[in-house]
């Protein structure tokens, strides 16, 4: 597995890609900044394809079957987005973390996303989630990155 940790790649959760698709959100302009920042150092973005499935159903549901069509279309059609299977090994590896963080409330594809990051050297996420902060990554757009007029969660 390639390690990625020389390159200013972001690995990207489902709360990153909605914030990203709905303009609504308020961090919405924040996590284009993050996003257009990384491609622009020369970085990819990062996910799997738990994350693609949770979000392609959350923007259905959320925005539309129209957002939902042409965010795939989007995400298919870029050289630029790294995504990562979650085999029987990561699997089995995310199990691991779900069943031992039980303080923590991660979700099973939180965990899978978490196995991913860390074989990958992948320090830091595009997400609102706090639970990346909880197992220890970085987590941005941080809090206060929002815009004057933006309002946080």
């Keep these: 597995m390639a390690d990625l940790s020389s390159r200013p790649s972001l690995f990207v959760d489902t709360a990153g890609w909605m914030a990203m698709a709905d303009g609504a959100d308020p961090l919405h302009d924040a996590s284009r900044r993050e996003r257009d920042s990384c491609l622009r150092d020369g970085g990819i973005l990062v996910t799997t394809d738990y994350v693609i499935n949770e979000t392609l159903t959350l923007v259905r549901f959320r925005l539309g079957l129209r957002a939902?069509?042409?965010?795939?279309?989007?995400?298919?059609?870029?050289?630029?987005?790294?995504?990562?299977?979650?085999?029987?090994?990561?699997?089995a590896k995310a199990r691991e973390?779900?069943?031992?963080?039980?303080?923590?409330?991660?979700?099973?594809?939180?965990?899978t996303s978490f196995?991913?990051?860390?074989?990958?050297?992948?320090?830091?996420?595009?997400?609102?989630?706090?639970?990346?902060?909880?197992?220890?990554?970085?987590?941005?757009?941080?809090?206060?990155?929002?815009?004057?007029?933006?309002?946080?969660r």
């Design 68 to 91: 939902a069509a042409d965010w795939w279309a989007q995400i298919d059609a870029t050289s630029r987005i790294r995504w990562e299977r979650v085999d029987a090994s990561r699997a």
């Design 97 to 111: 973390w779900f069943f031992e963080w039980t303080d923590k409330g991660f979700a099973f594809t939180d965990c």
């Design 115 to 152: 196995v991913v990051m860390r074989e990958l050297g992948l320090p830091r996420a595009l997400t609102t989630d706090r639970r990346f902060s909880q197992a220890g990554f970085d987590v941005v757009p941080r809090r206060g990155d929002c815009s004057i007029g933006e309002e946080l």
